[in-house]
Structure formats: C-alpha cells, structure tokens
C-alpha cells in the first residue's frame, strides 16, 4: 500500500485544516489507520488513529476536542480535520496503515503500522 499525504499548509492560531491521505489501493477491509508528526527538533508522536471499521478511534491528549479522524472507505482516503490549531500543533505530519483483520483495532505506536506516506507541513503562526 502506498500512501499520499496531502492538505497542510500555513495557518494562523486559531484556524482549521484538513489532512487527507489517499491509499494506492482499497484499505477499507482490512487496514487501520493513523496520523503521527514530528515537530523540529522533537521525536515522532500519535495523533490519532481509526479503525477498520470507522467504528473505533483514538487520539492523543493533546489534540482531543480539536482533531477529528475520519475515513471514507469507497475512495480509500483518511482524512484529519484539525480545528482551533495552535503553534505547537506545527509539524510534519504523518499518515500510516497498518493491515489487520481484528475489528476496532488500533494503535499509538508508531512501529505497529506498517506503511507510511511521505508527510505533509503544517505550520501554525501565532
């Protein structure tokens, strides 16, 4: 599975974005998905994650009430609405895959996915 990370640009505190990862090929199935970043200077963190399903998600403290994670299965993409964004929100952000059959599985370590897209920046001004 290849994936394509796309949607982040600059924006003011306080601003909206919406990431959007689109797979190579249909991920709806079998495959959970998450969002990791990577701020300068920092290591790379979960964001959040969704199952299979849609069913089941999951997100790191620090973006909760801010960040939705959606998916649309039919045109095999994932998206990250981010709501009242904050300069540290700034980041390379991250979409990831991981193939599994167990239902509402997810997870916020990095090394249970196995596929990666290429990252997209999104810088936050203050």
């Known amino acids: 599975v290849q994936l394509q990370a796309s949607g982040g640009g600059l924006v003011q505190a306080g601003g909206s974005l919406r990431l959007s990862c689109a797979a190579s090929e249909r991920t709806s199935s079998t495959y959970a998905m998450g969002w990791f970043r990577q701020a300068p200077g920092k290591e790379r963190e979960f964001v959040a994650a969704i199952s299979w399903s849609g069913r089941t998600t999951r997100y790191a403290d620090s973006v909760k009430g801010r960040f939705t994670i959606s998916r649309d299965n039919a045109k095999n993409t994932f998206h990250l609405q981010m709501t009242n964004l904050k300069p540290e929100d700034t980041a390379i952000y991250y979409c990831?895959?991981?193939?599994?059959?167990?239902?509402?599985?997810?997870?916020?370590?990095?090394?249970?996915?196995?596929?990666w897209g290429q990252g997209t920046l999104v810088t936050v001004s203050s």
């Open positions: 990831a895959a991981k193939e599994t059959t167990v239902a509402g599985t997810t997870s916020p370590a990095a090394g249970w996915y196995d596929y």
